[in-house]
């Protein structure tokens, strides 16, 4: 009798487990983000992530998302979206994207784990507080084909690429072109893919 309960609860925990952590929970979760006004592509499941306004955002078809993402969109509501993933993207766990203006994410790019874009900054005017100030802003466009390392942090007005790389841990402040490969804090072009 000892072993037939064991062998049930064993059996019972892995079910749950698979239900907790497997497809089922990602699929409830992505009709409930969708019913929430985000607009997700076909076979894309969205695991357990952040968000401020859903419509603003919107993620393509065949993406793979792992958790832990946070889409804030900085500001007042707005007709969106203004946060947009292209198709067959993959964006690592605890990325942000910071946005008051606008991002797109081409096809095919990968973002590595922690990396965070942040297309606004705080005024600079002495006189009253910086955070009461408002900033210069500026979209952020990513092209195709992109891999950007884990803990990149893009900022405002850049645009990347299409083939382009970025290694962990840069700071881009600045246009990075086609296939380029730049590193560095701020960030450098260091190669070109050939």
């Not at 979760?29 to 401020?52: E, F, N």
């Not at 874009?117 to 210069?136: A, E, S």
């Not at 990149?152 to 086609?178: E, F, P």
């Amino acid at each position: 009798m000892f072993a037939t309960t064991t062998n049930f609860r064993s059996l019972l925990d892995r079910l749950l487990f698979r239900v907790r952590h497997g497809k089922l929970s990602a699929r409830c979760r992505t009709l409930w983000l969708r019913l929430c006004g985000v607009s997700v592509g076909k076979h894309t499941l969205v695991p357990k992530i952040y968000l401020t306004w859903p419509h603003q955002v919107k993620i393509g078809k065949r993406c793979i998302l792992e958790p832990g993402i946070f889409f804030k969109f900085d500001g007042i509501w707005r007709p969106g979206p203004s946060i947009v993933i292209g198709d067959h993207a993959f964006i690592g766990r605890g990325c942000e994207f910071n946005i008051r203006k606008s991002i797109q994410l081409g096809d095919h790019c990968l973002i590595g784990s922690g990396a965070k874009f942040i297309d606004h900054d705080h005024g600079l005017q002495l006189g009253q507080p910086m955070r009461r100030q408002p900033g210069p802003e500026a979209a952020i466009v990513i092209g195709s084909d992109v891999w950007i390392g884990d803990n990149v942090v893009v900022l405002k007005g850049v645009t990347i690429g299409d083939g382009a790389v970025v290694a962990a841990g840069a700071v881009v402040t600045k246009h990075v072109a086609a296939r380029e490969i730049w590193a560095g804090v701020p960030a450098k072009r260091i190669g070109v893919r050939t």
